[in-house]
T-cell receptor, first 109, second 115 residues
């Protein structure tokens, strides 16, 4: 199971682009990279998943370099409502998700 | 798609009492998962079902914990003889076999406080 490392916390301001980087040096060939978002007092929410290069959806973009040993979640023009914990996950063992502590993103006005 | 629902949303109990939580997954989802989350930590896997079969249980799930999913629909998680260390948010998630392994849909959770 690939271990992930991401910053414990980040602060940013409304309207800025926020990039959260996750390192996963031991990623396996078949592993996908997945990001979840969790607001206070709510369950986590799947936001994006990718295997290589770039994936974009209505919420975020995910950039994955060729060696796949890291990935960057990019949130364009954040607002106060983007304040949440963001979890980076890689691969899966036996069909369950292993969450780390995530990155606490705090958006300031 | 009405989402995953969990009841109750909050439960306060005294140490030693039994509690039961219910999870109703998204109707066409055959896989159902239970997680526990304490303050400042990510969710920890407890157990999961495929239809009515319980396929895996974490070592975190002591003998006081039991989960069922009769008929492969809703699921219940029971904690017997609660302890203060059981205080946590209990999360349920579901997914369809056709979805990517990591794309699970979570409910709002049940917050348990053991006094």
């Amino acid at each position: 199971l690939a271990k992930t490392t991401q910053p414990i916390s980040m602060d940013s301001y409304e309207g800025q682009e926020v990039n959260i980087t996750c390192s996963h040096n031991n990623i396996a060939t078949n592993d996908y990279i997945t990001w979840y978002q969790q607001f206070p007092s709510q369950g986590p929410r799947f936001i994006i998943q990718g295997y290589k290069t770039k994936v974009t959806n209505e919420v975020a973009s995910l950039f994955i370099p060729a060696d796949r040993k890291s990935s960057t979640l990019s949130l364009p023009r954040v607002s106060l409502s983007d304040t949440a914990v963001y979890y980076c996950l890689v691969g899966e063992r036996d069909d369950k998700i292993i969450f780390g502590k995530g990155t606490r993103l705090h958006i300031l006005p | 798609d009405t989402g995953v629902s969990q009841n109750p949303r909050h439960k306060i109990t005294k140490r030693g009492q039994n509690v039961t939580f219910r999870c109703d997954p998204i109707s066409e989802h055959n896989r159902l998962y239970w997680y526990r989350q304490t303050l400042g930590q990510g969710p920890e896997f407890l157990t999961y079902f495929q239809n009515e079969a319980q396929l895996e249980k974490s070592r975190l799930l002591s003998d006081r914990f039991s989960a069922e999913r009769p008929k492969g629909s809703f699921s219940t998680l029971e904690i017997q003889r609660t302890e203060q260390g059981d205080s946590a948010m209990y999360l349920c998630a579901s997914r369809s076999s056709g979805r990517a392994y990591n794309e699970q849909f979570f409910g709002p959770g049940t917050r348990l406080t053991v006094l």
